[in-house]
């Protein structure tokens, strides 16, 4: 069976298009990982090899299948460490940036390939048969450890997610500047305004219903209920503090509640500063 790699190039961008959906609307984190994990272990890496070699002497489908394994992980390492420098790293986020690839990517090889008289494009062969030359055998071989790769992937994203999700449930919880910084001012002069943006992102496993509040000197200013996350969701808001009054060692104070409860979920965030005239 021969298929023409452009059209599982389509096929591919098709697939991440409705995972993006699938994680936009149904915010399922079982479904995200059963269905983000083997996408993420074989797409990026197909579609970056395609991109380098379109054409059909370029490389073997045996070589083609093992570099896509191979770049795939050096796709997925590399958009992990850039997210942890400018967003936050998760299967969502991974998701969203590596299907932003294997797009761009897939423009590329097309568009390669299009350079190509039509036979020498490149094809993707399979013989579905135990029978026949090595070379079938080994495309057989190849396709056995790719079916084990996904079934071992899902089961340990099961595993991370019905076992493990309990014990490392948790809220992160805190303030930030406009730009992303967290260093405050230490002094500010009467009538003054900052700015401190909140942040909230759920990663109990379920969807909470937050409750924040924020107090100068024990006495609260503005207080926003009703925050519902589902799990692995985000919330930020901006909080304008100013005061007339001046002295040292104010204390701004952020609490977050959970639910209906009276006692603070987490321990309270707090600015010491001095307000002067």
Known sequence: MKIDLSKVLIGINILALLLVLIVYFAPVQALRI????????????????????????????????????????????????????????GLDSILFSVSLFIIAASVIALWRQLMLPKNERAVLEFNLTMTGNGSYRM???????????????????????????????????????????????EVLRAGEQISIFVVIVNHEGEDINYRAEAQFNGEVFEEINSI????????????????????KDQCIEFLLFKDDETEPYLDPLSLVIDIVE
Do not use: C, H
Request: cysteine-free.
């Open 34 to 89: 059963i269905l983000g994990i083997p996408f993420l272990l074989f797409s990026p890496g197909f579609v970056l090899a395609a991109a380098i070699s379109p054409q059909k002497n370029g490389i073997t489908n045996s070589e083609r299948i093992i570099l896509s394994f191979v770049l795939s992980i050096i796709v997925v390492s590399f958009t992990g460490l850039l997210l942890n420098y400018v967003w936050e790293i």
């Open 139 to 185: 495309d057989n071989l190849l396709s056995i450890i790719m079916l084990v790769v996904v079934v071992i992937a899902l089961v340990a994203g099961l595993y991370y997610t019905f076992a493990l999700k309990e014990g490392e449930s948790f809220t992160q919880f805190y303030i930030m500047r406009q730009d992303g910084g967290t260093d405050f001012p």
């Open 228 to 247: 519902a996350l589902s799990d692995e969701q985000r919330w930020q808001d901006e909080i304008t503090f100013v005061s007339n009054t001046a002295g």
